[in-house]
């Protein structure tokens, strides 16, 4: 007897009335294949199992998808989520589809012997490996790490460092790394606590087994301390932002480059004398602009993806700021509720800003200064230090965090925001990244320990290579990778 078929007085399983829809053009069903009868008990693996099926989309290998209903992943079974919503079984429920965003699990961590402030990637995909064109080797992947030690660290994909610069007393930097960039995949950008941004040449060995980063041009303009860096590969372009509300635009060409403020430079003031700093090995170089758009200490700094004549500002005056750097004016403020920490750009052309208040607010730079904000996302417990877009996603990002973790947000999830939370639109996390160096470390109440071991992210890229890559305060530049696309729930 076939079990399958329903016998006499048996109970069928209830069903459910689904309505499947999407944005994406690629991913649309044939005409008449949109509504279908579902089990209620069915979650996100098994619609993912039926919108691949042949007589549905048919996909030639499988596409793992995500669900929303009313803004929100669904995460239970359908039926549980009709009745925590007081909602009737007999109803159609309209499911958006979305190619689902792949667990980020723990691929690695390289250690470091200080704190790690800020991290780049050089891949085939990333800015610099695209940049580089046919001098990017395949298999040059690599990442950057700067420290609060002072040094640039070059890492491979087996955690061993292929370079590190020079200290302070041999003609690197005299005090902490804030910022580091590659440009190319020879060429290295970096800045912080001592006022200066350097350019580096990095040259590997033949068997890229080994590599040097010699000091190619210092850059002095800042009187404070140099938070933040964004490069532009194809025109040899930096910016930097500092804490003493300025943001300078360099250039790589020292040719092309203005001499340097001679009252800046090492041994003018006895400030500078008490640093013991080296005598200089690379060419001393000003700034082709210095912008004065902030009040307050300038936090980070963008070009705009789409025009290298344009950059955005972020400062802790809670002002993002749209920069046109062939005047040197101030094109466009946005003025937030909170100091801000951290810019990303999103490619839906918005700006993510993190904020000191422990969320990111997402703003449109091509609105009017009244319109402050798109949407809010909330759920980190401290400020947020470092945000970075994803590279195959356009609603997607990750953001780092002093609350010692990483979080990676989706923008198709939303909800209407709270009257506590200031209205608008709101959305929470997808998936919470710790730290693996505090796993174990922590008591009862949550806190590590073992003394001076601290958590808080400073520094995060997100690349298709690599995946995401961040460090902190726990002198580790730890790795996240997504895969088992199709885990069950």
């Known amino acids: 007897m076939d079990s399958s078929i329903p016998q006499p007085g048996a109970l069928e399983p209830q069903q459910i009335r689904v309505n499947f829809t999407t944005t994406s053009p690629d991913l649309q069903l044939p005409e008449g294949r949109t509504q279908l009868l579902v089990p209620a008990d069915i979650k996100r693996y098994g619609l993912s199992r039926v919108l691949n099926s042949e007589s549905m989309l048919n996909t ?14 669904l995460r239970t079974s359908l039926e549980d989520y009709l009745k925590a919503n007081g909602l009737s079984a007999e109803s159609t429920v309209t499911l958006q589809y979305v190619r689902s965003l792949i667990p980020p699990v723990y691929q690695a961590g390289f250690e470091h012997d200080d704190w790690v402030s800020d991290v780049d990637v050089l891949s085939e995909s990333s800015r610099a490996g695209v940049w580089s064109g046919d001098k990017f080797s395949t298999g040059q992947d690599r990442i950057l790490s700067a420290s609060y030690d002072g040094l640039l660290r070059i890492w491979n994909k087996s955690g061993n460092v292929i370079a590190t610069s020079p200290s302070g007393s041999q003609g690197g930097h005299s005090a902490t790394i804030k910022s580091a960039k590659f440009l190319s995949s020879s060429l290295v950008a970096s800045a912080g606590l001592n006022r200066t941004v350097r350019i ?6 033949d068997d890229h087994l080994s590599g040097t980063l010699k000091p190619s041009l210092e850059l002095y303009g800042h009187k404070a301390c140099v938070e933040s860096l964004d490069v532009h590969g194809p025109t040899g372009r930096i910016l930097s932002a500092s804490s003493d509300g300025s943001i300078g635009l360099w250039t790589t ?6 001499a340097a403020p001679a009252s800046l430079l090492p041994g003018a003031t006895s400030t500078s004398k008490k640093r013991k700093l080296a005598p200089s090995t690379a060419p001393q170089r000003g700034p082709l602009a210095l912008l004065q758009p902030h009040t307050s200490p300038a936090s980070a700094v963008l070009f705009s993806p ?10 802790q005056d809670h002002t993002i700021r749209t920069l046109d750097l062939t005047t040197s004016k101030t094109e466009n403020v946005i003025t937030t509720s909170h100091p801000l920490l951290s810019l990303a750009w999103l490619r839906r052309g918005l700006l993510a800003a993190g904020t000191s208040a422990r969320h990111i607010t997402l703003a449109d730079p091509r609105a009017d200064a009244s319109t402050t904000s798109v949407m809010t996302l909330r759920g980190h417990r401290n400020m947020v230090a470092a945000l970075s877009a994803s590279p195959d996603n356009e ?5 780092g965090s002093h609350d010692g973790t990483c979080r990676i947000w989706d923008l198709r999830s939303a909800r209407a925001g709270t009257r506590a939370e200031g209205g608008g ?11 693996e160096s505090q796993k174990g470390l922590k008591n009862g109440a949550g806190k ?8 808080k992210v400073f520094g995060v890229a997100w690349d298709k290579s690599w995946g995401i ?3 902190g305060e726990d002198k580790m530049v730890q790795i996240n990778a997504g895969r088992d696309l199709l885990a069950a729930d």
């Open 200 to 205: 580096w040449k990095y040259i590997e060995a």
């Open 60 to 73: 030639p290998s499988p596409i793992p998808f995500d669900f929303l209903i009313n803004g929100a992943f």
């Open 425 to 435: 639109s709101v959305s929470e996390a997808v998936y919470v990244i710790e730290r």
């Open 253 to 258: 060409s020292k040719s092309s480059a203005p």
């Open 469 to 471: 890559v961040s460090g």
């Open 395 to 399: 609603y997607s990002l990750v953001s």
């Open 448 to 455: 590590s320990d073992v003394p001076g071991r601290g958590a």
């Open 306 to 315: 789409t025009d290298s004549t344009i950059a955005y500002s972020a400062s």
